[in-house]
């Protein structure tokens, strides 16, 4: 097991957001914690990639265990989290300090191709759409060679046709790259197209209420019966009646 | 044609000081030709640079040592919230006494002379210098410090590669508006404890045989350099790496 969560709970000032949460994730698989706001899923991300310390229990990355941030696990905010002051070089870089220039440039190449921002090498983020931000930031946790990434709601800002081309990205370059994802969202349809397998949080406390498995192959066909089975099923689960 | 209604406006006013002074009984202040031609006569006692340089040269460095002191500092205190509460209160209480309180001290801690009078400007310009970094750095996107902590970043490059990138929109907004007050200063310090500058040539014109053309052109001299200091300071928010920080163009 790559990621494994012993026990989590997290407490803030007596507020308990965190309830005894357990969960083992393989290499290379992508996991999405679904659960309605305010329920803890971001506080559990920000746990195992070690922004906060548990209140109980432990989280273990290949055996050893999470005490800070890693730069073998990088964090992925909306896309707030590029850096506004450097260009989309310059960002993806960011992280290749210890390398050799010539690595460097090389990788950025590469990841500046992979996430489809050829062209755009020296402008700026405030000269970018949302979507694109997103990319490079992607691209900017992907050029330092993780093994994990952590995505925390990270189209959560874009509209909505632009959040799908993301996803059909984020599946291309998890294929290719084959990292372990750990991916938030309140999204159930985002996180069915999306997951190996699905953690449906409870409200706060958050508690693990359900993890389905989404044996469906990529590409994922948005009418397939077994997608909808299991989108009405953890609709069902969360209490949502599928009609609006 | 960007230049017509300002230069327009600097016209008219020249012709409406000039009127007025033509038509009053007595002399209320040279005409702007007389302080023109003062500005010539100082060019042509070699005065004109010499001042000017004076006064530069003494803003110059008590300005440099103060963003030498404050970035440090303000850095410090923004990201060290216990040293920061327990220090502002000497802060806010220093930030209300005019930096020419001081002149008494500095003569009396470095004599009359240059030394004092760059110290008053280093008084002047440290304190909101201290407050703007401090306030930049608490400004700072808490993603970008922990993307910045995330890829291994040791606190040394995370100050150099995040913090100071992040803070320098605002920090230079502070540098501006602070030159302008360190050129204020400067002024009034050049009027007691030193013997030559712009602010001199203002006390000493009006002592040495009230030559009031020689005060209007100091007055003058003092406006377009502040001018001119004030477009340098502007010129660095256009620099790439800091135009983030400013509202859209």
């Known amino acids: 097991m790559k990621v494994v969560f012993s026990g989590i709970s997290k407490t803030f000032g007596g507020n308990r957001v965190l309830d005894d949460v357990h969960l083992s994730v393989r290499e290379g698989e992508f996991v999405c914690l679904l659960g309605p706001s305010g329920c803890g899923k971001s506080t559990l991300l920000n746990i195992v990639g070690g922004f906060l310390q548990p209140s109980e229990g432990e989280v273990t990355i290949d055996g050893e265990r999470v005490t800070g941030p890693d730069p073998r696990r990088i964090f992925v905010f909306q896309e707030r989290g590029v850096f506004p002051w450097l260009t989309v070089e310059e960002n993806i870089g960011f992280g290749l300090f210890r390398q050799s220039d010539a690595e460097k440039r090389e990788r950025i190449a590469h990841y500046v191709q992979l996430v489809g921002l050829k062209g755009f090498e020296e402008a700026y983020p405030r000269e970018l759409s949302g979507g694109m931000k997103q990319r490079l930031e992607v691209a900017r946790a992907l050029a330092v060679n993780p093994d994990v990434l952590y995505l925390d709601e990270p189209f959560g800002a874009l509209d909505s046709i632009t959040r799908l081309q993301m996803r059909r990205e984020l599946l291309r370059i998890w294929q290719a790259e084959k990292k372990t994802i750990l991916f938030v969202t309140h999204d159930i349809e985002e996180s069915v197209q999306l997951a190996d397998r699905v953690v449906v949080l409870s409200a706060r406390p958050g508690r693990i209420r359900r993890v389905l498995d989404v044996a469906i192959p990529h590409p994922r066909d948005l009418s397939d019966p077994r997608y909808i089975a299991l989108r009405d099923e953890i609709f069902g689960e969360i209490g949502l009646a599928h009609q609006v | ?249």
């Open chain 2, 1 to 249: 044609m960007r230049h017509f209604l300002p230069l327009t406006g600097i016209l008219l006013f020249l012709l409406f000081w000039h009127v007025l002074v033509a038509t009053s009984p007595g002399t209320l202040v040279p005409s702007p030709l007389q302080a023109i031609l003062g500005i010539v006569e100082l060019a042509e006692k070699g005065l004109l640079v010499r001042y000017i340089v004076a006064s530069l040269f003494r803003v110059t460095w008590g300005y440099l040592a103060a963003l030498l002191i404050a970035v440090p500092a303000g850095v410090l205190l923004g990201l060290w919230r216990r040293g920061e509460v327990a220090i502002n209160p000497i802060l806010q209480l220093l930030r209300p006494i005019s930096p020419l309180a001081w002149i008494p001290i500095a003569i009396l801690w470095f004599g009359v002379g240059d030394l004092a009078a760059v110290f008053l400007i280093f008084l002047a310009s440290v304190l909101p210098l201290t407050l703007t970094t401090v306030n930049a750095v608490h400004n700072i996107e808490g993603v970008h410090l922990a993307a910045g902590r995330n890829f291994g970043l040791t606190t040394r490059e995370l100050v150099r590669s995040v913090i100071v990138p992040a803070i320098l929109p605002q920090l230079i907004v502070g540098m501006r508006i602070t030159v302008g007050i360190a050129w204020l200063v400067v002024v009034a310090a050049e009027m007691i404890a030193v013997n030559s500058g712009l602010g001199f040539l203002i006390v000493d014109a009006r002592n040495a045989g009230n030559r009031y053309d020689l005060v209007v052109a100091g007055m003058i001299l003092i406006g377009a350099i502040g001018v001119l200091l004030d477009l340098l300071m502007r010129a660095l928010e256009r620099l790439p790496g800091v135009r983030w920080g400013y509202a859209a163009e």
